[in-house]
């Protein structure tokens, strides 16, 4: 019994499901994108950030932020929908956290290959947002209703070029596999032959996950906090944690399919195992930081603009980028 | 062991994991109800009791649209796979591909004056 526990304990699977690439980097990676989040933008407005809680930069300012949402009274709305009120966000910030055990953070470093990663990951991402919809259902007032009807017309607008995006890689590589989309790019990253799929991608990501300019359904300064007006405390806190942890899956996975995963120059003395994650991660981190710079630097936009950027520029143009990729495939390779 | 087990670890972990963040609160905040939390928000002003009335929205031709992409998508998706499994019906998939890439942008140009507020039955 004992030799067996201990046994469990040292595998391989427990490690990769308890620390890397499982839960625990999963966590402290979205408690790193708060706070890396917020030392940004107070770059950009000339700002410190986080300082005095923590000796280094405030990094514990983040536990203390947790530790009070946490501690806060859980308050439901006498006319919302209890039930669901309670249970949606909870589900809301669950979901995300199921997307990560398909995500490859390095040859060998993934907690289940499938090979249809690729599609499992996209099913959960269509998924998630449900439950935020019905949570602002739930809420019965009039805020988190009109966030709502936004956060539903933004989500139709963004999921159909979001998955098109998808297709040319697919058309190049012949394959749904995470692991041998990224072995596919060995001689050049998929961004130089389909760079109008990655834009259409990165700006169907960031749509998707409401970050500025795209954060219609929450606007501050129209809807006080749009769809999420009601909700407070460790509510609030889930709903926090899937926004956080859908971006951050957003942006591994933008480096998987366009700038060539945990492919790049080899470094001495460092063995693979910690190379491919370290590559992985400084390209996701990249593009995490453009997703997040958005937020310091563009105003957001009104939602004709929104649906007209949407329908009528973004589908377009990722059909023609599947045209174009079939045409590559076709008569090039 | 296998990849499946690495799998349920997790979904245990994960699950485990919102399950204690939950159960935190219950054990750690106040409870101290009251009326006035309960109200929905106002903006600082006096809530006012629950009226239903009209409520004009735009957009909702997009919704319909999307049904159509929806569609497309899927059709688009289950070709690209066919192009990789069925190379020698390329060429037809191309003018499908080709076809629905001209009639994208033609609905682009067009969407422009589709009527997006319905008011009475007629569109503004």
């Known amino acids: 019994m004992f030799s067996t526990i201990i046994d ?3 595998s391989e699977e427990f490690i990769k499901a308890a620390f890397f690439p499982g839960i625990t980097l999963v966590m402290l990676y979205a408690l790193f994108t ?13 700002r410190i950030g986080p300082l005095h809680v923590g000796k280094i930069a405030g990094v514990f300012q983040l536990v203390a932020d947790a530790v009070k949402l946490l501690t806060k009274e859980v308050i439901v709305p006498s006319k919302a929908y209890k039930i669901l009120f309670v249970i949606s966000p909870i589900i809301g910030g669950f979901l995300p ?23 499992i990951v996209f099913a959960i991402i269509a998924v998630s947002p449900i439950p935020f919809l019905v949570a602002a259902w739930a809420s019965r007032s009039k805020y988190p209703f009109i ?9 139709f607008a963004y999921e159909v070029p979001l998955f098109l995006a998808l297709i040319p890689v697919v058309i ?12 596919a790019q060995k001689n050049f990253p998929f961004i130089l032959i389909l760079p109008l799929s990655f834009i259409v991608f990165l700006i169907s990501s960031i749509a998707e996950v409401e970050r500025i300019p795209f954060d219609i359904p929450t606007a501050e300064q129209e809807l006080v906090a749009g769809w999420t007006t009601e909700y407070s405390g460790v509510l609030l806190e889930f709903i926090q944690l899937g926004a956080y942890l859908k971006a951050d899956a957003l942006a591994v996975i933008t480096s998987i399919l366009f700038l060539g995963g945990w492919l790049g120059p080899d470094i001495p003395f460092i063995p693979l195992e910690i190379e491919e994650p370290f590559w992985l991660m400084l390209k996701s981190l990249i593009v995490l930081s453009f997703i997040l710079f958005l ?14 950027l949407g329908w009528r520029t973004l589908i377009p143009l990722a059909l023609l980028n599947i045209f174009i990729a079939a045409i590559i495939v076709v008569y090039i390779f | 062991m296998s990849p499946l087990f690495a799998l349920t670890l997790y979904i245990v972990f994960a699950v485990a994991t919102v399950v204690i963040m939950a159960l935190v609160p219950l054990i750690l905040a106040p409870w101290k109800p ?17 009226r239903e009335e009209a409520f004009p929205y735009e957009y909702f031709p997009y919704l319909i649209i999307y049904v159509a992409y929806a569609v497309i998508g899927v059709v688009v998706f289950l070709s690209s796979i066919v192009l990789v499994e069925a190379p020698h019906l390329a060429d037809r998939i191309l003018i499908l591909f080709g076809s629905l890439t001209v009639g994208a942008f033609f609905i682009g140009i067009q969407l422009r004056e589709l009527k997006q507020k319905l008011v009475a039955g007629r569109g503004e």
């Open chain 1, 172 to 183: 190049l590589t012949g394959s749904l596999d995470l692991q041998e989309i990224v072995t």
């Open chain 1, 97 to 119: 956290l199921l997307i990560f055990p398909f995500i490859p953070f390095g040859s060998s470093w993934i907690i289940y290959p499938s090979n249809v990663s690729l599609l």
């Open chain 2, 34 to 50: 009251m009326i006035k939390k309960k109200i929905s928000f106002e903006c600082g002003q006096t809530p006012f009791p629950w």
């Open chain 1, 147 to 155: 966030g709502m009807l936004r956060f539903g017309f933004q989500l």
């Open chain 1, 295 to 308: 937020r310091g630097v563009y105003p957001r936009i009104t939602i004709d603009r929104l649906l007209d």
């Open chain 1, 34 to 46: 708060v706070w890396y989040e917020r030392k940004l933008l107070a770059r950009v407005a000339l």
């Open chain 1, 8 to 10: 469990i304990l040292t």
